[in-house]
Nanobody, 123 residues
Framework: QVQLVESGGGLVQPGGSLRVSCAAS????????MGWFRQAPGKEREFVAA???????YSGNSVKGRFTISTDNAKNMVYLQMNSLKPEDTAVYYC?????????????????WGQGTQVTVSS
């Protein structure tokens, strides 16, 4: 089994920055993809960013150039650095793990999920 625990969410002003983290533990896989998704009230879960075990990264169109995904493999951590935040970035942010490399931008492909962390962008 895999456990994913997000942290680092909170309230930030528009234009500000925030970094959310995801700690992974339990079963390991030789190939995998780590993803960040978000979900605002009344909206579908949206792809934010993903990183493969080989280091390839992908970003959703709405966050390109503002958000960066990274990993610290020694610590089994995944990070999402969010800059130039906008009110429309307000959502619960979820960390997810998929085995291998697949449909990285489709939340249905991922097998394991964290409980989420709330990010609110407001003045």
């Amino acid at each position: 089994q895999v456990q994913l625990v997000e942290s680092g969410g909170g309230l930030v002003q528009p234009g500000g920055s925030l970094r959310v983290s995801c700690a992974a533990s339990g079963r390991t896989f030789s190939t995998y993809t780590m993803g960040w998704f978000r979900q605002a009230p009344g909206k579908e879960r949206e792809f934010v960013a993903a990183i493969t075990w080989g280091g390839s990264t992908y970003s959703g169109n709405s966050v390109k150039g503002r958000f960066t995904i990274s990993t610290d493999n020694a610590k089994n951590m995944v990070y999402l650095q969010m800059n130039s935040l906008k009110p429309e970035d307000t959502a619960v942010y979820y960390c997810a793990l998929g085995r291998g490399v697949g449909a990285y931008n489709n939340y249905l492909w991922y097998s394991y999920w964290g409980q989420g962390t709330q990010v609110t962008v407001s003045s």
